[in-house]
């Protein structure tokens, strides 16, 4: 049974480090949240430590960048660890060939940047979906159409045996008070087709990989029973969480927010109701991170 609270500060001295979701608990693709702004700051005050994990499908860099806009100040964490990342580890390392069809806007192009980190990497080159070896999807071109508009294109991609590289396993995120689809509805619509798509963020192992590695450089030796994810997220945040055997706190007002009956908390009826829904078991539930 989860625990509703009132504030991060009630738990937070049974933690020494916080993996903490962005969008929908930090800020909601606009602005920052001033209360869950404060909430990091107090808790880095007191030595613990954040580390941001996002299923951005951009490299950490981009993501501190788009942070400053929002208001996010660098004293709210201490590093990044992105979907971007990893799966841009992996396109490199060849997970899905060195000519790759791109599904996603001009601002995702950073991408296909060069990654340092890799010895040896595959030389990428952006092709037509018939000259295409895999796929790389950072998001759809229009995140206000149904996924469904991607079928004629999908069926050609399976029939073809192409991989689909999934750079941000969420389905939905809301921007502001409009809901835009992400990357990941594209790729679940791919693998109910009989395509394949490989997963790098959230609630898949690389991310927390690179999240724990993120971690060390920070301080080596922190267990798993030390970390709180925090996110709003059910079925990225929490279920992943609980693949990794890492505590965590499920943020109500972000994405659940009608389903939780949240207002500054979450009705308990609902969100014991939801949370036996989706099959989800979250140690610590609040209305908005504070």
Known sequence: MTQIISSLSEISNRYDALFVDLWGCVHNGVTAFPEAVAALQG?????????????APRSRHEVAKQLVRFNVPDDAYDDIATSGDSGRAAMF?????SKVWFIGQPHDLPFFEPLSLIDNPVEIEQVALDKAEGIVCCGPTDPHADPDVMRPQFLMAKQMGLKLLCANPD???DRGETREWCAGALAKLYTEMGGESLYFGKPHPPIYDLARRRLATLKAGIPDASILAIGDGPHTDILGAMGEDIDSLFITGGLARAETKTTTDPEAQALTDYIGKENINPQFSIGMLR
């Open 43 to 55: 808790y880095r005050a007191k030595g613990g430590i954040v580390v941001l994990v996002t299923n």
């Open 93 to 97: 390392q060849g997970a899905v060939g």
């Open 171 to 173: 389905i939905v995120v």
